[in-house]
Structure formats: C-alpha cells, structure tokens
C-alpha cells in the first residue's frame, strides 16, 4: 500500500467558504497529481506538479489552485466554494517503474457544498 | 480522440464465479494499459500493468489480457470472492509526454452476492 495521505476524507461546507484539501505522500516521489471524479464518471486531471514549485493546470477546468512549496506536499484550495464544486478529490503520486510511470492514489475527500 | 471504453457498465455475480471484464482503446501513440480496482470511498490501487509488447499479465486471481492490434484488453478475475466487489477502472497512457497522459474508463462496477 502506498503511503500517500488526504485530509479530511469527508467536508460539508457551506457556500462561499475557503477550504484547503491536504494531501502528503512519504515516498519522496516528484510527480504529484489531483483528480476529481463523479460518481459512476471517469477520473479528471485538475491539477499536476513535476516538482517543487512547479505546477500546471490539468484537462479539467477548475476554480481550484494548487500549491507545491515541498516535495511532500501538494495542497489544493478553493476560495470560494460552489454547489457545482461538491464531488469526490483524489490526490496521486507517481514514480518511474521500467519504461512507465505507476500512479499510487490516496484514499480521497468527498467534498459536499450545501 | 483519444477514449478508454468499458463493458459492462455494472455486473453481479455469485461468489465463486469467475467473469470477463472488457476495455476498448482509441489511445495514440499507445504506452502502457493498467487495470485498477477501486473500493467505494477510497483510491483506485493498481492491479495490472501492460506494455504493447505483453499480451497477459496475472496478479493472484485476476489475469489481464491485452490485444495491441485491436485495441482490447480484458480482466479475468477468477473464484471470485465477497471482498471482489469493487469498481474496475481500465486506465491507458500515451507516450506523447514526459507525463505520460492518462486516460481513464468509467469503470465497470462488479457486485458479488453470497
């Protein structure tokens, strides 16, 4: 199992609050990734890191920013919370096996925004 | 454009039983093919991983097929048992970048009853 963590795993918010999403991974890896997905849907890159300082939007469009001050650590903010924004946010890590890239997931945090 | 195809959308099956889930790909250029297997409220793990040189791969149970030529994987999952029941998402990568893009199916959500 891989040692790749997300705080909280679930946040009920209202309206027009600011919320950060944690997520921190032990395992020294440079790639870093956040998905949202939908019940029953398919996964969407928001966000991704290569490194510290580094960061790119994803295929997804999102009101969301990320940050990447440390390796470990790649947190995601909302400054204003939706209803639209109420889905489930996955945090990844990946490192390089063979010729390819192996993504470990976290557990993630289902955000619900009344 | 780019899409990863899953069938059937959802499947119950009877403990013990053994059953076939199928992947179609329109990925370009064509990298790697992973299956993941994701329980309700957590993170897809990875299962399998395929280059377009390997035609099986086997992890316990589960025995993931790959048809480079016509585009198909499939996921054989043996004596299936309780713990089974799960979302089985079929993710391909390109190699049109660094990143390795990522393409993800919807998944095919296996229900196993007693």
């Known amino acids: 199992e891989a040692d790749i963590y997300q705080t909280p795993r679930y946040l009920v918010i209202g309206t027009g609050k600011k919320i950060t999403l944690e997520c921190s991974q032990t395992?020294?890896?440079?790639?870093m990734y956040w998905y949202q997905q939908d019940p029953g849907m398919e996964l969407h890159l928001i966000h991704y890191?290569?490194?510290?300082?580094?960061?790119e939007k994803g295929d997804l469009s999102s009101e969301s920013t990320v940050s990447r001050i440390r390796t470990e650590h790649f947190p995601l903010t909302l400054e204003s919370a939706r209803p639209s924004h109420t889905s489930q946010y996955l945090c990844a890590s990946s490192a390089r096996q063979g010729i390819s890239y192996e993504q470990y997931f976290g557990p993630g945090t289902r955000l619900t925004v009344t | 454009k780019n899409q990863v195809e899953q069938s059937p959308q959802s499947l119950i099956i009877l403990e013990g039983k053994n059953c076939t889930l199928q992947c179609n790909y329109t990925v370009s250029p064509f990298s790697n093919l992973r299956w993941y297997k994701q329980d309700t409220g957590r993170g897809p793990v990875s299962l399998t991983i395929?280059?377009?040189?390997?035609n099986t791969k086997s992890n316990g149970r589960y025995t993931a097929t790959l048809d480079a030529d016509t585009k198909q994987s499939s996921l054989h999952i043996t004596a299936s048992q309780l713990s089974d029941s799960a979302s089985y998402i079929c993710v391909v990568s390109d190699r049109g970048s660094t990143l390795g893009r990522l393409y993800f199916g919807r998944g095919t959500q296996l229900t196993v009853w007693p």
């Open positions: 395992m020294g890896h440079d790639k």
């Open positions: 395929m280059t377009f040189s390997e």
């Open positions: 890191s290569y490194g510290v300082n580094s960061t």
